[in-house]
């Protein structure tokens, strides 16, 4: 089945360049000129990537981004001005998975929604068991849910990826820059900025108290961990009925 990629944009100019560069690389094209003509199109159809403007008429693009994070997980690549930092900060915060400044070429393009989309084909290779517990979260593999005190999470694909490296290696610190290169890629690992963002946001989630982590804890100048935990609270969740609501291990 062909990529279906969202362009939205009030420039004419950029439309049509997305749109044209998609197009070649074989990916099937949407196209929108602000944010409602965004969700109303997202709405109606399968869409496996937003490529989203920032300054739009009707609904800006943090407006669009947010409200489609209430409801879904596709991964979004904000279209912001060059240089203009808060604005890639604030889309991170709101759940983009990635950014593109403008101008941008063809090729810097095409890596980025390559790159996003690669980071949303979530893996679960290596996982010996169906269910992982730390604490008050859990984690079912199968359905690349998580959990925390019998609540579901809702999580990006980068964020869902970026717990799988601490799951993964719990008890062993894990530096910025692999971290970089492992979730987005080598060309990443100086890209200090969009790991501190996740991080926050990924704690906003996770943490009873994100000032005070548990569960992510930082360890100066080195990088980042997964704390071990007692040999119970590690231990695989029994399977659960389908329909079953209750998360507690």
Known sequence: MTTRILVVDDEPRYQRLLEANLRTDGYDVVTASNGLEAINSFSTQPIDLILLDIMM????????????????SVPIIMLTAKGDEKDRVRGLDLGADDYLTKP??????????????????????????????????????????????????????????????FVHKVGKIISAEDLLSSIWGAEYRKEKEILWVSIARLRQKLEKEPHAPKHIVTRTGLGYLMPPIEEENLAPAPPQEENEQDASA
């Open 57 to 72: 008429p009707e609904l800006d693009g943090f407006e669009t981004c947010q409200r489609i994070r209430e409801y879904s």
């Open 104 to 165: 941008f070429s063809a090729t810097e393009l095409l890596a980025r929604v390559r790159a996003v989309l690669r980071r949303a084909q979530v893996s679960t290779d290596g996982s010996q068991t169906r269910y992982f517990t730390h604490g008050d979260i859990r984690i079912d593999f199968a359905r690349a849910e998580v959990w925390r005190d019998g609540e579901l999470i809702s999580l990006s694909a980068t964020e869902y990826r970026l717990l799988l490296q």
